[in-house]
């Protein structure tokens, strides 16, 4: 984006006559400039841009650099080159992260026009946005570390989740319907009606088809063969299958004993699955000749990757999750309460280490299996709240201008847009007491929630409505888990009106400082 200076108009005068409401004007060495809202916009972005390149280690230091929905996603060549705290100083930068070999700038909504305006600046070829959750796939491996090899499979966890959402809230709505509109809460319709009946299969189609979804995510995420993945899942999740392992019948393939499981509403299989179907696809793709490749390539990788999925991986994905599953619900028998209050505490700090995609894939496999989630997701929603009470307290303490409009904007888009990010690293990781008022605020609630045997039966939009998810079955689930979200706002929001924020921290100007009185 650049500016076209023939409308910046530059003109000597006596005096000056009442201008339009969008422009102004400004003078220089006694010329007067002048400029539309547009314009100075416009301005803003290209000083941002250039800022950023020159930061980073100019052009020269960056191999790639995409962007997603908040984050401007750089990968330098010399990490060492850049100038994280020259970067968070900059007016409009919330904060900074690093994710392997990946440098990432949270700027909020006005990061593509930053993007855009940087590849301008520094001649790199535009590209579209990413997903939020899907690192780039033109980074440089990382060496394998405990650390990277974490980091690896939250990455992969993550990737394979985010594309199933827009399913599992549209499933889940379509359950909550049922539930309100059937005998376990207002009871105005017959479960046997053919309305009730078609959002029944419905709704159970969202979650029990799980590995379909899952494989498409993780076709993408592996950047393998999309249909030879869902044929995989496919063959999962066929009535022929699914009779064996209910009738206990021995079953072999090629010879090779087959673990009698169901895959329905399983996850942790399906990536293992396409995982290795990737690198079957790559090895194939080297002996297979080009004009035989349509023909045997969809065989060959079928007929490769039967006894893979059906004797070692699936099997395996289906132990392990059923392992992560028993182990939290065996915490949550052995703490009680105290397993959601630590959730709803510390699940904002859990969204800066990428590890919450992770927990969140094990409670969407408890909703899938048991129609619901009680331990994962309430506290994930619960801990939406505090974070909203330290949003509107910095807007209402903010002083300056340009600071009460980061505040607005940060404050806007967790309530109303359901991003967190401008919230929780423009204001709670900037200020030490901001993150105790959190922290007291979600135990507060998730305690409460714990108490009252609160659970989440859909998973919605991440903003101030996301309590809606507590509506089931259960009717007493949604009142209390209401007023669980009420105490974690009003304990966080009493805190932080009360005792204030830190005083400025280094490096900030002082217009961007809130009052501590």
Same mark, same amino acid.
């Given at each position: 984006?650049?500016?076209?200076?023939?409308?910046?108009?530059?003109?000597?005068?006596?005096?000056?006559?009442?201008?339009?409401?969008?422009?102004?004007?400004?003078?220089?060495?006694?010329?007067?400039?002048?400029?539309?809202?547009?314009?100075?916009?416009?301005?803003?972005?290209?000083?941002? !841009?250039?800022?950023?390149?020159?930061?980073?280690?100019?052009?020269?230091?960056?191999?790639?650099?995409?962007?997603?929905?908040?984050?401007?996603?750089?990968?330098?060549?010399?990490?060492?080159?850049?100038?994280?705290?020259?970067?968070?100083?900059?007016?409009?930068?919330?904060?900074?992260?690093?994710?392997?070999?990946?440098?990432?700038?949270?700027?909020?909504?006005?990061?593509?026009?930053?993007?855009?305006?940087?590849?301008?600046?520094?001649?790199?070829?535009?590209?579209?946005?990413?997903?939020?959750?899907?690192?780039?796939?033109?980074?440089?491996?990382?060496?394998?570390?405990?650390?990277?090899?974490?980091?690896?499979?939250?990455?992969?966890?993550?990737?394979?989740?985010?594309?199933?959402?827009?399913? #599992?809230?549209?499933?889940?709505?379509?359950?909550?319907?049922?539930?309100?509109?059937?005998?376990?809460?207002?009871?105005?319709?017959?479960?046997?009606?053919?309305?009730?009946?078609?959002?029944?299969?419905?709704?159970?189609?969202?979650?029990?088809?799980?590995?379909? &979804?899952?494989?498409?995510?993780?076709?993408?995420?592996?950047?393998?063969?999309?249909?030879?993945?869902?044929?995989?899942?496919?063959?999962?999740?066929?009535?022929?299958?699914?009779?064996?392992?209910?009738?206990?019948?021995?079953?072999?393939? &090629?010879?090779?004993?087959?673990?009698?499981?169901? &895959?329905?509403?399983?996850?942790?299989?399906?990536?293992?699955?396409?995982?290795?179907?990737?690198?079957?696809?790559?090895?194939?793709?080297?002996?297979?000749?080009? !004009?035989?490749?349509?023909?045997?390539?969809?065989?060959?990788?079928?007929?490769?990757?039967?006894? #893979?999925?059906?004797?070692?991986?699936?099997?395996?994905?289906?132990?392990?999750?059923?392992?992560?599953?028993?182990?939290?619900?065996?915490?949550?028998?052995?703490?009680?309460?105290?397993?959601?209050?630590?959730?709803?505490?510390?699940?904002?700090?859990?969204?800066?280490?990428?590890?919450?995609?992770?927990?969140?894939?094990?409670?969407?496999?408890?909703?899938?299996?048991?129609?619901?989630?009680?331990?994962?997701?309430?506290?994930?929603?619960?801990?939406?709240?505090?974070?909203?009470?330290?949003?509107?307290?910095?807007?209402?303490?903010?002083?300056? !201008?340009?600071?009460?409009?980061?505040?607005?904007?940060?404050?806007?888009?967790?309530?109303?847009?359901?991003?967190?990010?401008?919230?929780?690293?423009?204001?709670?990781?900037?200020?030490?007491?901001?993150?105790?008022?959190?922290?007291?605020?979600?135990?507060?609630?998730?305690?409460?929630?714990?108490?009252?045997?609160?659970?989440?039966?859909?998973?919605?939009?991440?903003?101030?409505?996301?309590?809606?998810?507590?509506?089931?079955?259960? !009717?007493?689930?949604?009142?209390?888990?209401?007023?669980?979200?009420?105490?974690?706002?009003?304990?966080?929001?009493?805190?932080?009106?009360?005792?204030?924020?830190?005083?400025?921290?280094?490096?900030?100007?002082?217009?961007?400082?809130?009052?501590?009185?």
């Amino acid at each position: 984006m650049s500016i076209d200076y023939a409308h910046v108009r530059t003109v000597t005068v006596k005096s000056i006559t009442p201008l339009p409401n969008d422009r102004k004007i400004s003078m220089w060495n006694g010329v007067f400039i002048i400029t539309t809202k547009k314009e100075r916009k416009m301005m803003n972005i290209q000083e941002k !841009a250039s800022r950023i390149l020159e930061f980073v280690g100019g052009k020269d230091n960056i191999t790639y650099v995409t962007y997603c929905m908040t984050r401007l996603r750089i990968t330098p060549k010399d990490k060492g080159l850049i100038q994280d705290e020259d970067i968070q100083k900059m007016t409009g930068i919330v904060g900074t992260k690093t994710v392997g070999t990946q440098y990432q700038i949270i700027i909020g909504p006005e990061v593509e026009n930053v993007y855009k305006e940087l590849c301008q600046i520094a001649g790199f070829e535009i590209h579209e946005g990413i997903d939020e959750i899907v690192d780039d796939i033109s980074q440089k491996k990382e060496k394998l570390t405990p650390k990277s090899i974490l980091n690896n499979v939250l990455d992969v966890i993550g990737g394979c989740v985010a594309p199933m959402l827009p399913i #599992i809230t549209a499933a889940g709505l379509v359950k909550l319907i049922v539930a309100v509109l059937g005998p376990s809460m207002l009871n105005i319709m017959s479960e046997t009606s053919d309305f009730m009946r078609l959002l029944t299969f419905v709704g159970d189609a969202g979650f029990y088809f799980f590995p379909i &979804y899952v494989a498409y995510a993780a076709a993408k995420k592996f950047q393998t063969n999309i249909p030879m993945a869902l044929f995989i899942a496919g063959v999962l999740l066929h009535p022929t299958l699914i009779e064996i392992v209910n009738t206990g019948e021995a079953f072999t393939v &090629y010879g090779i004993p087959m673990y009698l499981t169901t &895959y329905s509403s399983n996850f942790v299989s399906m990536i293992l699955i396409v995982w290795m179907m990737s690198y079957v696809e790559k090895g194939l793709n080297k002996v297979i000749p080009n !004009a035989l490749r349509a023909l045997l390539f969809p065989l060959l990788t079928l007929l490769i990757m039967l006894p #893979i999925a059906l004797c070692i991986l699936g099997p395996i994905g289906a132990i392990l999750g059923k392992g992560i599953a028993d182990g939290l619900v065996s915490l949550h028998t052995l703490v009680g309460p105290f397993s959601i209050a630590i959730i709803a505490a510390c699940w904002p700090l859990l969204i800066v280490t990428g590890m919450h995609q992770a927990l969140i894939a094990i409670a969407l496999t408890y909703i899938a299996t048991m129609g619901f989630d009680n331990s994962i997701l309430v506290g994930a929603f619960i801990s939406n709240y505090p974070m909203i009470a330290i949003g509107l307290t910095y807007l209402m303490k903010s002083k300056g !201008a340009e600071e009460k409009g980061n505040a607005l904007t940060s404050f806007v888009t967790l309530t109303i847009g359901g991003i967190s990010e401008p919230t929780l690293f423009g204001i709670i990781l900037r200020y030490k007491k901001a993150i105790l008022y959190m922290l007291a605020g979600g135990f507060a609630g998730g305690f409460y929630a714990g108490l009252m045997n609160v659970a989440v039966y859909f998973v919605g939009s991440g903003n101030i409505a996301i309590a809606l998810g507590f509506a089931g079955e259960n !009717a007493n689930s949604l009142p209390q888990g209401i007023i669980a979200c009420v105490i974690a706002f009003v304990v966080t929001l009493a805190l932080a009106m009360i005792f204030g924020f830190d005083d400025k921290k280094e490096g900030r100007n002082n217009d961007s400082v809130i009052s501590t009185k």
